[in-house]
Every structure is written in C-alpha cells, then in structure tokens.
C-alpha cells in the first residue's frame, strides 16, 4: 500500500502549477471519472495552493467565481440550485467569462479531452474523419477559447494509445504544431494516470517529465500511441507529503467529494 | 511559504502616483453622476501632464482636468454640466485649440469601450456614416463583410492605461459592487474598467468580505479587475451617487460661475482643490449642513 | 380655450405619433433646452397614448416605458428620483443600443444648434470644427438615432442662426445621403414659428403648416436658407379643448415637463416667440 | 380607448408561428432551462428541415434530432450532461442525415451578439489552426485595419424565430428572470435579441404592477416579444434555475428511451405525439403534484 490514491498524487503535483494571484479555470463537468480529471482534482490541486503558495490565486467554476473551496463552504450536490448558493464573490455572466478569456486574464486553464497529439492538440469533437466518423463526441465547448487565450493549459488523460495518438482527428484546441496569431501560451502539463509530460520548447513536442512511483518507463512508451520524447534519465514523480495528504483529507475533501466525484452523485475513484 | 492575501486599499495620494503623465485614463460615471472627483482632484494636485482622458459621457471631471491643464486628448460623446449648463473650461480649452477633442457617439464610445473589455481589436458600426465622427481617421477604418460585401467603420478598442471609477462598496480585496437599485446606465462603468491595463476604484463604504460574499450577485467587479482601492465617502461630489446622494446643484452652480474666466476658475480650485491636501479636507469646505442635504437614506434592499 | 406655445407643439406632435412604436426621449438638461428636447416629446407621448396610441412606449434614458400620469412622474430629474419612477424595465446601455441598432426605435426626438436645409443637425459646435466658433458639448447619442431611427423629430428655435443653409458640423445624418443607414431620416421639424417636413423629390425642407399668429413674412425672415414654399400653406391645428384638459390636469398640471419644472431650472418659451 | 395588446397565446398558435425549413434558435444551455414544453410543441406538429442554434445544447436538441425536424444544427455542445451522450444526435451526426457545425462557446456568443446588435458579422481568433476551419462558413480570413492581425469572419445568426423559457411576465410580453439565477442565463437575452420572432414560455403570467415594482428584473423588454405562453414546469425535465430541480428520474427514462431508434419512437408516441395538450404531458409525468417534489424556491422575493 502506497497510502495515497492516483487522484491525491495528481492534486498534489497539479497544484504546483498554480501561481499565486492568477485566475484558474475549470468546468462545471460531467460525472464519474471524467468529473475527476476535469473537475474534482483541479479544484482540490487550486486548494491545496491556496493553502499554500497562492493565496490569491482564484478558481472560475463556470459561472462561479472566486468560491470559498473548504469542505465547510462546498455544496454536497453540483446542482444548479446548489451551485447559485455556493459562496462566492461574484456569480458573472457569460458574456464576462468570454471577455476574461480574450483579454488573456486567464491563467491555468485545467482541461480533459478524448484524444492528446504529440504537440498537445486536444480532441473533444469527434473520432474518425469527418467522413469517416466513428464517435460523435458532444462538442468544443469553451476549449477553443482556452486554447487560444489561456496563458498556460494542464490536461489530464487516461494514458493508453488511443487517449494519446499520433494526430488528434479534430483540433477542438490548437497545441504548439502551429500558434501563428494566438495569444495564450498552449498546453504545459500532461497528467496521466502514469506519468507527467511537458512539451520541449524547441521543437514543441511531448515529452516524459516523471514516472509515478511503481509505473516503469517502458509501461510509458508501451502505451503512448506516438513517439514521446524520453530524457536520459527520468524522475519519479514526487508522491504527497504527510501534510499535504492531512490537509487534503482533513481540511479540503473529507467527504471525497471532490476527489471521488461525490458532489456529481455519480461517485468514482480514479484508479482502474 | 505561507503568504498573507493582498490588500488593496490604499490612500487616494497613492492612488494618485499609479497614474504617470502622458498615461490614457479612462474615467466612468456619466454627465453629472457618479464621476470619480477625489480621485480628479488628486490628479489636479499632482499636476500630471498630457493626459489622453477617455469617457462615454462626462461633466465637471473633464472639464476640472482642462481647466487644470492635465489633458493633451479627450474623448467622449458629451462634456457639460447638464442642468446647470456648458462647461467652460473644456470650452475655452478646445476653442483655443489647447486640447484636442475627439467626439464619438455614445455608441461608438461603448463600443469602443465593450471592443477593449472583450478583447476584439475593433468594433464595428456604421453611426459615423455620412457624418463627421470620421474627422479622426487614424482612429476609424472602413472594412467589408466579407459575407455580403457591406461597408462598415471599424473603430479602434479603446485600451487605457488607467481606468478610475467611484462605486458604491468593496472589500479590501478589491471586489467592488453597486448597489442593486442603480443606475442601469452603470453598467457601461463595467465595460470601461474592464478596457483598461489597471483600475482605481473609490468607494463610499468599505465592507467585510462576508457581506460580499453574501451578495455576490452585486459583485459588478471581482478583485482581479481591480488594483487599487480607496475609501472616498461621498467621493463623487458634487456628481449624484445612485440612491446614496443626490447631484449637488448649489454647489455646481458655483463651480459654473467661477468658472465662466480662467481666473474664477483659478481662484476656485485654490480654494477647493490646491489647498485641501486630502478629500477629507474639501467636504470639510462643503460643509456637514450641504453634505446631509443632498444624503438620501434609501433602505437598498439587497 | 386660450394654449401657451409649449402646448400647441405638444398638441401638434401627438398626432405624428404611431400606435405600437416606441419613441426614445433624452434625460435631457435644464431649461429651454429642456423643453423641447424633453418637456415637449414626454407630454406628447403621454396625450398620444391617451388618445389614439395606447401601445405607443418611450424610453427616457434608461427608464423604458415609465407611467406617465402626472402623479407618477417624479419631482425632479435628479437619479433617485429617476431610479424610483415607476416603470416595466429598467435597461443597460448595453440594451438600449441594441434597441437602436436592431431598428426597433420608431421616433427619435430631437433638437440641436444648428439644423440645415436637408435635416442634417448639428450639436457638437458652430464654425469650423477644428477651430471653432462655439464648441458645444458633443453629439451624444444623436448619430445613432439619426442612423437608426426610422424616424426622427426635431424640434427647434425657429431663427437664421438656427435654420442654416448648411450645419457646420453633421452629428444627425439628414435626408440627402442616407446610403448604408438602416433609419428613415428626419420627418419633421417644429419651431416657434411653423412646422416643416421634407420634399422627397428635392431631399430639402418645407413648409408643412403655421402655427395660428403667426406669418409667412416672419418664417422666411427668420429661415436661413431658401425654404420649399407649396403654393398653399395652412394654419396649424389649434389645440382643442379636450386635448388641454388632459394636459392641465391629468398630464402636466405641474409644469414639470412644459416649463421644465422638473429641472429645478424653470423656464418658457413663449418669450423667444 | 383602444386597449393595449396581450402577447398571450395558447401552446399551438404559438408554436404554430414556426415554419418548415426556419432557422430556430434556443434557450437555456447544457439541461439547464430549455424551453422543453415549446420544443415538443415543435415535435408534436412535425416541423420539418429546421436548422438550429444555441450555444450550448442538450435534451432540447436531441429530442428534435430524434424526431426527425432537423437538418442542420450548430452548437459548442450536444449532450444530456450527467446522463451521458445525447444519443439521437449521435446516431444521426454520424449518419450525416443531419449537418452539424461546430463552433466554440465564445464564437457563437459572437454570431448571435452580432445580430442582436444588428452587425452582419463579427471576427475572432479563436477558429484559427482549429478544425473548425474545415466548415465553408469559417474559411473568409480579414485583416485587422489598425494592426494587420488576422481574424476569422464569422457571419452573424440571424434566427427566423426564438425559443426561450423565463419566469414569468406579463401579459404585454415584459419578461422576468429572478435576480438569484444563473448568470449563464444572459445569453438567452442575446439569443432573443439576435431573432426576428421570440417566443417565450413562462412559469408564470402576472399582473403589470408585479413587473413595475421589480423592473430591474426585466431582462427582455416587450418590444422583443412576440408570444407569451404560460407553462409552470415548462422547462421539465430541464432544471429552472432556483425554481426547480432537474428531473433525475426523467432523465433517466429519457436516457434509456434514445438508446435505439425504435425505443425514441416509442418515447415519442407516448410524451410528445400522446399529448395534444400541455396538461397531457403534466399528467404523464404524475401531475403537478408530483412534479412539486422537484421544487425549490418560489417565484416571489426572499
């Protein structure tokens, strides 16, 4: 027994990537696991940061901005009812979220998608060809607009080789094979249930950052559908701390409401 | 490294030095409501330079920053005192060619407003067809929809540096909220504050985050919007201030009249503007009696 | 009954007015300026509404469809007061420029400095525009009504300065190039002295009526270009008797709106006559 | 005295405005408040070859789709959210018997804020590098005239006709939406704006004077409005902001009714074609009664 779960471990890692006084984004979401590397993580990752080094660092849930994240604050349901009653310092229109977005005020954007390509396109529109489709997925949502305009992108993905393909079949976000005219900065983060993956500047390519602990480089490339680029040696991927773990399961999601998609009614755990 | 949140309240003297000459300053309210005036007065005594000064729709605040010879540009669709008149100073200003005046139609300054807050580059209309709005043309260009081959003008966002508002409350964090029973016409302050690089906003109270987040709905702009804040009370004087205050006309009436030759004016601003080192000092000058005359006390019901 | 001059132009304009359409009034300023940009067009809107438009809807400002009987109307103009008239909306900017732009806006009611020969207004200064004469506040929201509206009322001093050949300065698009613009250009313009329209072979204005007392030798001496003159000109209807009663005592007993009353800068136009 | 006009109008006269082949836009997002008791409306008198917008779809789309009224829809979203994949819109997406065009939440924000603010296009960056391009209608690039930046044009939507669910107004067609909702909620505002018909379900017609003491809960103004049809619950099984829960359990049935054709039929002949009258379906789903177990706060101020 590690005594951490995959969804504590990611948190943890996540909310290194959260600067303070910048503004992060994540969805309303779904259910189930998807919920959880869209949603649940991410706002415990955002948390844990608050708690931490960014304090001023804000979470936009959908229209919900700048919502007090302890358990104590957080609705046990995500039903619109709940979400309108959820502490926060603004509810804004939409018209003002699309507006943060194109002025560039947007700082992490978390992201999921179907399909990931070696230079960080994002596919949540369709399988197949428009020709040839075989899975009509529901559509881009806001992703576009992050991917043009958010300063820096984390996706989370299963990590299998249909998740991570060669090239996506539809650029619901554009990654770094061409940015030509838009501003925000990509993708910067590829979590997984094995690893973390950056992108090497130079060439703008995928590449392994750290190994969770017990997963083998080669398990990795045995299940990335593209070439990732592997450095000469390779970390593990730092597991939680004994205070991050208390504040997480004390303070930030006792209930798993978060981390176990509890708040969805549609509860899941991360691992398989 | 545990770190405290940042407080964004600060002294309007030091509000005052974030705005450096030459700066483009976008200031809201509209004709004689809710202009920022601690804060114009604050710029007035630090004797800033070449503004390019940006409105919708403005009164005494353009016009005080003209007569005081802050402004190299301005823009707006209407400077005047509304019911109690012209407004001198501005009048004097742009006649003698001492500042340049763009004229923009109210929706052509809101649009150019909403273009920066939203991040397009542009706006397009086609109100300065056919008229003279395009007497400024490195500020409008025609283009084509490339859909049905119409001519529209597409005026540049509007992108100020500064951007200062008077509002109702916020906390030290910087959420700033209206009241709910306002002024619709407030909203255009939205967009104006959300065009700008930095925002300074006045307040008349300073109010426990908890009371912000039990309305969050009056939230009109959250803290990272928001740069700096200032406790102002009564800070739009002598402009109305929603159900709070009313337009001080007695008041008005005196700055028109001094004002009517530049050494009314000059004598005028020594009396109200130079020798009150702080707003606090001026609305001792107004006197508590004119202060409580022109307070409503409206419950606002939230 | 004996009328003021307010009341026969308020009189007059009601009968201009459609049932269904909205009309869009200024919060206007003080004064003279304020009676016939505001006073004027409030208590026509609400005699039309009384009498044959009862769908008819202003917006003042940002007060949209407010209850115009005379004990609705506030005492002054001043903010709280505005933000407490009774009214069905209370509307954005935002949702008064769409209410222009997506062409719902029936009668722009509007007055200016300087109005020309083919209806182009001027409100923004007098002389040449990069050294003027007299730099007046701004165009405000006029070009959009002139671009918009489909139609659109002036309402003017009737004096050569006023009526010129050509404006020095066009905030309001007239009726000789209206190429691009979705709005109908200017119907009519109300004076002291007559009211005008527009002859749609010539573009230019003419003569439409008189009000009673006055004469044609007055209009033409005080008309700064060559006004089109039909071979028969009629008296403006006077004003009938019902017609002033409502004003007096259920419109505008106060003289809020026809002396400016709510201004709290009182005035009449009668002297200018 | 002419009396002023009542917009209210039964269920099928006003649904009954619609044409075949018109272009249909709707409100609500996701499952949240779409105007469901109109979009059976629609259903039930078999509209054929509409095409349709919204800026983020759900139950509303897939019912239609299902139905076969489709021919083309546009959306950032087609799902049933929680409950999974919007399975008539699979199925026939990915058959091609209907056209569906992707666009971003924010680019069809733009194209409907285009039209409700008469322009006849509007540009973004955001389709750039993005298959979105691969659509004829993303393909016209223009360039910035202040800066020489390239955007993508975007023609303006210009629905026939407008769908929208509110809660409440009044007889003359002056809609309400309580300030405690989701602020999403604006872009119904846009979406109304943006069309030349507007029908708008309500959970409740009330008298005048409830409107004129809460004015600055009017979102859409009567001159917006051509028909008003009083339908309590008529978001079901959609949730209605504070007003109403989603209906879980419909939800569910609706899920396991579109996994095959013949089963959707099915679901149809029962809740859509079954039920000439709004009272039919409220029976079907156990009556107000039972429906009040979904309810949370009432219409009137806290």
Redesign the interface.
Known sequence: MQGYTLAELLAVEASKYVKDDEMNFVGIGTGGQAWIMAVGMPTVAVCLAQHDHAPNATLMIGPVLDPLLDDIYVPDANWEYDLIHWPCRCQIPLEDALGIFRQGRLGLSFASAAQVDKYGNFNIARIGTKENMKVRLPGCLAQTDHGAYANRICVTVRHNRRTLVEHVDFISSAGHENREGLPGGGPVLVLTDKAVMDFEPSTGLMRLKSVHPGVKVEDVIENTGFSLIIPSSVPETSPPTKEELQLIREVIDPKRKFLEARITQEAAVLEE | MKMERINKLITLKQAGEMISDGDKVAIAGSLIRRHPMALVHEIVRQKKKNLTILGWNNGIDFDMLIGAECVKEAHSSYVGLSNVGLAPNFRRAVQEGKVRFVDHSETCAIDKFRAGATGAPYALSKTPLHNDLQKNPEYQKEVTDPFTGEKWIALEAFRPNIAIMHAHRADIYGNVQLDPQRMMDNETDILICKSADKVIVTVEEIVEEEEIIRTPAQTVLSKFFVDAVVLAPYGAHPNSCDLRYDFDIQHSRLYRDMSLSQEGFIEYMDKYVYSSSNWEEYLEKIGKDRLDAITRTDIIRR | MKYTLEELLAVEISRHIKDGEMGFVGVGTGGEAFIRAVGIPAVASRLAQLCHAPNYTIMFGPILDPVLDAESIPETNFEPDLIRWPCRSQITVEEALCIFKRGKMGIGFASGAQIDAYGNMNIVCVGEYKNPKVRLPGPLAQPDHAAHAKRVFAIQKHDCRTLVEKVDYISATGNQNREGLAGGGIAFVFTDLAVMDFNPDTDRMRLRSIHPGKTLKQIIENTGFELEIPEKVPFTQPSDDRDLELIRTRIDPSKKWLNAEITKEPATLEKNV | ?????SKVKKLKDAISMIADGDKVAIGGSLI?RAPMALVREIARQRKRELTLYSW?AGMDYDLLIGAGCVKEAW?????L??F???MN??RK??SEEVR?V??????A?DKF?AA????????S????????M?NPEFQ?I?E????G???V?M?AYHPDVAIIHAHRA?Q?G?VQWK??????N??DILIA?SAKKVIVSVEKIVD?SV??NN??W?ML????INAVVELPYGAHPN?C??LY??DLEHGRLYREYSQTPEKFKKYLEKYVYGCPEYEDYLNLCGGIETLSKIS??TLEVE
């Open positions: 005295m002419i009396q002023r006009t949240r983020s959306s950032s979203y087609c799902g959210f929680q999974g994949m919007a819109f699979r997406v990915e569906f992707d666009l971003s939440e924010s680019c924000k804020r409700a603010f008469g322009q006849t296009f509007c540009v960056k955001v389709p750039l590098h993005t298959s979105m691969e016209s223009i910035c005239p202040f800066t930046e390239k955007y044009a023609e009044d003359y002056n300030p405690i909702r989701m602020m999403d604006e872009c704006k005048e409107i004129i004015p600055t009017t103004p009567k001159m917006y949730s902001d504070t829960d989603f949370r706060d």
